[in-house]
Every structure is written in structure tokens, then in C-alpha cells.
């Protein structure tokens, strides 16, 4: 019996143990999807997309909900969103005991030259108005929730893009672990923007507000 029970443990184990299911969760974190723009966005085919789902679900990880004839999966947050936290627990770890993880997410994101704000001193400017959060994700990403100051989204054309020099600029990205150097700067301005220390993921997590 003892087994027995320790080998079902194991079943969210093996689902999360694949670089790719992890990458699915990490989009999920974002904003519920469609298998096909799942694949497209995660650079999979569509059998193997709908593969790793299954594998994500059959371990109660991920969700679904349909829309007419589209289904839409989302992960399977309970009430103070266990699953995200979870993946987030799975991330600070490897980072903090794998020095390996660390190399990685340096070469990822590339050079880390850009000044830091925190999430209190974003709070304190957006409450004061002296902030714009460009929000450097895709434009379903950000409709799905966003930092709620005066936002520019690049993506969806917004009505505070470009941003003007009255406020000081933050790029806020998916993660902690996502890069914002597609908007680094603003076009007209070519002011330098800070960097969110959290993505999204993070904000929730923390249980702060989202537009």
C-alpha cells in the first residue's frame, strides 16, 4: 500500500520531469490556449503538443474548457493557485541547488545590464502616476491580465503606446525568467526602461492586484 501510494506522488513527478511540459506550464501561467496555438507558440507539432497535455492533465496539472468547438487548456490552479505555485517552488529550487540552471537563464536572457525595480516601488510610482509598464508579451497575454498601472503594450497597440517622457518606463515580461528585450527602450524617446524583477507569474502569486 505504501508503495502504492508513493508511486501515484510519482505521477506529478514524471509530468513535471520534461522540458518541454514545464515550458507549457510556464505559457499556461499566462493565459488559458488552444492546442493549436499552443504548438505554434511552443514550436511543437500538434500530435506531440496534444501528447504532452495529456500527459499534464492525466497528473491533474492542467485543465480544460471549451468554447464551442475549441478546447482550452489552462492550469489547474485551486483556490490560491497551487499549481503555479508549485511550478514556481520547482524553478527557485533548481536555480538555488543547480548552478547549471543559473548558467542557463544567463544565456538566455542575455546580459544582465538593465536596471531593477521591484514590485513595492512599482506599486508606489503606479499609485503616484510616475510609471509606464510596457508590457513587452503577446497581445493575448496581456488581455488575459496585467499589471494594473498605466500600461503600453507594443502588441496591442495600446492607447499609452508609444509611452511619453512624462513617466519613467518598466518592461514587464512573463517571468522572472523571460527576456524584455524586444521593448528595452521606447521608440520615440529612446529612453532606457527598467526591469520588473517579477513577470506575471510572480504578481499573481504574491496575490496583487491584475487588470
Request: net charge neutral; hydrophobic share 35%; with cysteine.
Amino acid at each position: 500500500m505504501e508503495t502504492e501510494l508513493f508511486e501515484q506522488l510519482a505521477r506529478v513527478g514524471k509530468a513535471l520531469a520534461n522540458g518541454k511540459r514545464l515550458e507549457l506550464l510556464d505559457l499556461f501561467a499566462q493565459c488559458p490556449r488552444a492546442v493549436a496555438d499552443l504548438a505554434q507558440v511552443a514550436d511543437l507539432g500538434l500530435t506531440t503538443a496534444s501528447a504532452h497535455l495529456q500527459i499534464l492533465k492525466q497528473a491533474g496539472l492542467v485543465a480544460t474548457s471549451r468554447e464551442g468547438t475549441t478546447i482550452y487548456y489552462r492550469l489547474a490552479d485551486g483556490p490560491h493557485g497551487d499549481v503555479t505555485a508549485l511550478y514556481a517552488h520547482l524553478r527557485a529550487v533548481a536555480t538555488e541547488r543547480m548552478p547549471d540552471v543559473q548558467a542557463a537563464r544567463d544565456r538566455y536572457l542575455g546580459p544582465d545590464d538593465t536596471e531593477h525595480i521591484t514590485r513595492d516601488e512599482l506599486l508606489r510610482r503606479a499609485q503616484a502616476g510616475q510609471v509606464t509598464v510596457l508590457d513587452v508579451r503577446p497581445a493575448a497575454e496581456y488581455t488575459a491580465g496585467h499589471v494594473p498601472a498605466r500600461s503600453a503594450s507594443p502588441s496591442t497597440n495600446s492607447p499609452n503606446y508609444p509611452p511619453t517622457r512624462k513617466s519613467s518606463l518598466t518592461a514587464e515580461a512573463r517571468t522572472a525568467y523571460s527576456p524584455t528585450t524586444p521593448c528595452a527602450s521606447s521608440p520615440t524617446t529612446n529612453r532606457p526602461a527598467q526591469r520588473l524583477t517579477d513577470g506575471i507569474l510572480e504578481w499573481r502569486l504574491n496575490n496583487l492586484p491584475v487588470a
